[in-house]
C-alpha cells in the first residue's frame, strides 16, 4: 500500500480497477466474433472480385478447355465480359467440385446469371416441345410465343416483360382464369405474366409487338410450390441459371455483379448479369 | 493518520482516462471492416453500371439516341428508358451528358450545371456512385455520368 493511503481508499482503488478491466474485457469479446465475421466478410469480397476478374477478363488454360483437360476455369475465351454458354454448359456437366479445384482464388462459390435483354428474331427459334420448363421462343421480328409445359408439379411461371416504344399485345391460346396477363404503358408496353401449371397443364400465349430493337426480361421466376427453380429458355438457352455449391457461409458471403454479354450455341449475344457469390 | 490526496487522484482520473478512451474506441471508432463494406458495395454498383453502358454501346444504343452533330438533339427519353431497363428493380438512376468540364444535359435533355439533384424532400440517406462512361463516336466526345444508388 502507498504510504498515504488509507486500506479503504485502497480497496476502492482495486475495486474501481476491476470494473474497468471486466468493462473493457467484455467489450472486447461481445464485439470480437462480429468483428471476425466482417474479416471474413472481406476475405470473401476479394474472392468474389477476383473471381468475377478470372471467369470474365482471361481466358482459362488452355482457351478452349474442355471437361478433359481443364487447367484454370473461365467463362470467357479472352473477351472481356462476354460469357459463352458452351462454357457454362461444360462447367455444370463436370459438376461443382472437379470445376472448383481449377478457379482462380479458391473459394466456396455459386455463380448464376440471368439474361435481361435480347433481340427481336426473324427466324423462329429453335424451341423444346416438352420438358419440365417454360420457354420464351421467337417467331419473328414482330412476334413470340410463351409456352409453359406441364412442370410434374404445382408450379408458377412469373415473367415481366419490356418491350421499349413498342405496343405489345397478348393473345391467348390456352390459359386458366388463375392465369394472370396484364399489360401497361409507359414509354413502351410492360407485359406482366403468372402463369400456374401442374402435371398436365400447360399454358400458351402469344405476344405480338411493334417493331423493337430490344426486349427487356426485367424479372422473370418457375417455380415449385416447394421453391424449386425450374427451367426457363429462350429458345434453347436457359435465361437464368446457376451453377456451384448449394449451400452459403453463415455470415460472411459475398456477391460481386456484373452486366456482361451472353454468347449462345449459335453466337447470337444477350445481355445478362451474372453474380459471383463467395464464401 | 495523514492522507496524501494527490497520489490517490492521480490513479483514479488516469484509470478514468483510460476507461473513456477504450470506451470510445470500442463504441464510437469506426471499424475498417464496415467501411470496406461500403466500399466493396459502391464500387460493384460502379462496375455493373459501366457494364450497362458497354453494353449498350456495343449494341449500338447509344449511337443510335446520340446525335452525332447536336447533342440537344439526342433523343434523351430513349437514353434514359435504355439504361434503367437494364439496371435490377432495387437500383435508382440518374443520368447527365458532360458536354464540358462545368455544363450538362439532364436526363431529360435539360442544359445546365453538372451534379447530382436528388429529391431535397427525402430524409433517406443514399450512398451514391457515378460512373463516367466517355461515348466518343462523334466529333466531341460526350461523358455520360450515371450516378447510381440502392434503395433497398
Known sequence: ?????????????????????????????????????????????????????????????????????????????GTEDYIYYDKWLTAKSMEYMNVRVKTIPDASFLLSYQIYAFKPKNSADSCPASGNATVVCRYNLTSLQIKALPSGTNATFNLKMFFPFSTATITDISSESDDIKTTSSANGTIVTLSLHTNATDSDLLNITFSQTNMIFVQSVSYKTAGTANLPVYLGDTSIVDSFGSAGTGVNSYCESERAVSFVDKTGEVFLARFSVLTW | MVMNKKGFFYFVEIALVIFLVTSFFFIFAPRAEITYQKFHDSSDLKKFGFGIMKSLDSRGILLNYIDAADMSKSNFTALRVYINSGLTETTNSQIEYAVNSTNCYSESGNYGNCGLNLNKNTTKEFQVTRVDYTYSKRSDPVTIHLYLWRIL
Open chain 1, 1 to 77: 500500500m502507498s504510504k498515504g493511503q488509507s486500506p479503504v481508499e485502497f480497496i476502492i482503488v482495486v475495486f474501481l480497477f476491476l470494473i474497468i478491466l471486466v468493462t473493457i474485457f467484455t467489450t472486447f469479446i461481445a464485439k470480437l466474433n462480429p468483428e471476425i465475421d466482417k474479416a471474413k466478410e472481406q476475405e470473401s469480397c476479394l474472392n468474389s472480385d477476383g473471381l468475377a476478374i478470372s471467369l470474365l477478363k482471361a481466358p482459362g488454360v488452355p482457351v478452349n478447355w474442355n471437361s478433359s483437360n481443364m487447367e484454370i476455369f473461365s467463362l470467357t475465351n
